[in-house]
Each structure stands twice: as C-alpha cells, then as structure tokens.
C-alpha cells in the first residue's frame, strides 16, 4: 500500500523560508515521478512542481518559478520542496503526489496524494 507523508509546513512571514518532506513508503520511488500540488481557501487545487523518476528533469508553476526548488532523493524514497521569498499568495495546504511513471501537470495524472500540509505565509 503506498503511502505519502508530508512534513515541514508551518507558518512564516513574507519573504521567508520553508522546506517541505514527503517520505514515500509502499512504493520504489525510482520508478515513480513526484511532485507538488497546492490547494489555497475557495480555489482549485493546482500543479506547483513535479520531478522525473531519476530526478534530472523538473518542472515548475510559473508562480513559483525561481523561488521553489524541487528535489528526490531515491535511497531515502523522500521527495522535499525548497520554498524561499514566500508570498502571502503562497499559503495552501500543499500535497504530494507520486505515479507509476513519467510526470504531468494534470491532478488526474498521479495516483497517489498525501494529506497535505498546510502552509500559512503571514505577517
């Protein structure tokens, strides 16, 4: 049974940081793509980041593009999100995603959700 959890959400001030973790189990994270969704109060859920099963190719909301960094470490089967210059904009409860194969940026794409963490970017 595969399982995400995710940890490392909490509340910070703009402009500052946070780093997200979603340890994997029931899975060999090497074959699956993982990635990063969001969901912020009345809005749909949305496609942040995802990363391909080696972790080379990546691929980013342009919101988040250049302030967000996603990266897999396989013999820890964790996948975490890097997130510096928070915006208010950026609270949501975030999600971790994972599928049996290459990435996407659709919800339908994965096969797999965490519950999330929520993430509260606030002064």
């Known amino acids: 049974q595969v399982q995400l959890v995710e940890s490392g959400g909490g509340l910070v001030q703009p402009g500052g940081s946070l780093r997200l973790s979603c340890a994997a189990s029931?899975?060999?994270?090497?074959?699956?793509?993982m990635g990063w969704f969001r969901q912020a109060p009345g809005k749909e859920r949305e496609f942040v980041a995802t990363i391909s099963r080696s972790g080379v190719t990546k691929s980013y909301a342009d919101s988040v593009k250049g302030r967000f960094a996603i990266s897999r470490d396989n013999g820890k089967n964790t996948v975490y999100l890097q997130m510096n210059s928070l915006k208010p904009d950026d609270t949501a409860v975030y999600y971790c995603v994972a599928r049996n194969g290459p990435v996407g940026s659709s919800r339908d794409d994965y096969d797999y959700w965490g519950q999330g963490t929520q993430v509260t970017v606030s002064s």
């Open positions: 029931g899975l060999t994270s090497r074959t699956y793509g």
